[in-house]
């Protein structure tokens, strides 16, 4: 079973910084697309990013584009999410998903069939 673990969550003041891991417990994280998540108490799970496993492929949400950058270091076997200029709307648990599809739809959590576990992100002074 393929496993995702999130981390670097924590506690920072807005229009700060934090930058999020997702280790993947895979033979070659080039055979999968990943996708970066969050949830809100309260409200529905959100799509924040992906990076497809075809070169260039990544999506935003309009809410973090400019502000948050997907990237993949396939030596690692780790996707990181780059989280700039935070907002305190941007308090959430963070999940990454792991999807064999060629290219990512940032939004459709369908399409993901490994998840993370989360890590919490608070944003607040």
């Given at each position: 079973?393929?496993?995702?673990?999130?981390?670097?969550?924590?506690?920072?003041?807005?229009?700060?910084?934090?930058?999020?891991?997702?280790?993947?417990?895979?033979?070659?994280?080039?055979?999968?697309?990943?996708?970066?998540?969050?949830?809100?108490?309260?409200?529905?799970?959100?799509?924040?990013?992906?990076?497809?496993?075809?070169?260039?492929?990544?999506?935003?949400?309009?809410?973090?584009?400019?502000?948050?950058?997907?990237?993949?270091?396939?030596?690692?076997?780790?996707?990181?999410l780059?989280?700039?200029?935070?907002?305190?709307?941007?308090?959430?648990?963070?999940?990454?998903?792991?999807?064999?599809?060629?290219?990512?739809s940032?939004?459709?959590?369908?399409?993901?069939?490994?998840?993370?576990?989360?890590?919490?992100?608070?944003?607040?002074?």
């Amino acid at each position: 079973q393929l496993q995702l673990v999130e981390s670097g969550g924590g506690l920072v003041q807005p229009g700060g910084s934090l930058r999020l891991s997702c280790a993947v417990s895979a033979i070659s994280l080039d055979s999968y697309t990943i996708g970066w998540f969050r949830q809100a108490p309260g409200k529905e799970r959100e799509g924040v990013s992906c990076s497809s496993r075809r070169a260039g492929g990544t999506q935003y949400a309009d809410s973090v584009r400019g502000r948050f950058t997907i990237s993949r270091d396939s030596a690692k076997n780790t996707v990181y999410l780059q989280m700039n200029s935070l907002k305190p709307e941007d308090t959430a648990v963070y999940y990454c998903a792991a999807s064999r599809s060629r290219t990512c739809s940032y939004n459709d959590f369908r399409s993901y069939d490994y998840w993370g576990q989360g890590t919490q992100v608070t944003v607040s002074s």
